[in-house]
């Protein structure tokens, strides 16, 4: 299966997101992309809990809306395509909190070694369309 994370998905998810929050002006996730390891392990605790809590919150109602059902043992192929080319280390790009939003969304049981076997990570670019695509595997 390929789930694609790009400004379309993330455009209805503020409108959700809105609607819960009326009072809030700022996008929950920005980018169609995880933040890289290097923007979030520098943040504060408290910071880090946010930002991981955002993403979890979003991973849920993204996995919820596609309708898809818990899978027992995957492969991952995670690639994000960034709208610049600036460099990007590729060991960067760990999606640390989609995972724990697809767990919490129940649509892997955990990310241990038992339920994940495999996790590959890629990057590209594509000034048009930045986005996260990630093949999933049984």
């Known amino acids: 299966m390929k789930l694609i994370l790009d400004n379309a998905v993330l455009e209805k998810y503020n409108q959700y997101y809105f609607t819960l929050h009326p009072k809030a ?3 929950p996730i ?3 992309y995880h933040p ?3 923007e979030w392990f520098i ?9 991981k809590q955002k993403w979890k919150d979003f991973i849920v109602w993204w996995v919820t809306d596609l309708g898809y059902e818990q899978m ?3 492969k991952m192929t995670f690639t ?4 610049t080319k600036r460099r990007h280390d590729v ?3 760990v999606p640390k909190f989609i995972l724990d939003g697809f767990v919490e969304a129940g649509l892997i049981p955990d990310d241990d070694e038992e339920h994940l076997t495999e996790l590959t990570l890629k990057t ?3 000034k048009n369309n930045p986005r996260t695509e990630i093949i999933i595997e049984e």
């Open 36 to 38: 890289s390891i290097n």
């Open 124 to 126: 590209g670019y594509d």
């Open 91 to 93: 060991d960067n790009q």
């Open 43 to 51: 943040k504060s605790r408290p910071e880090m809990n946010n930002l």
């Open 30 to 32: 920005p980018n169609p």
């Open 25 to 27: 002006h700022k996008e």
């Open 72 to 74: 027992n043992k995957v």
């Open 80 to 83: 994000v395509y960034f709208p």
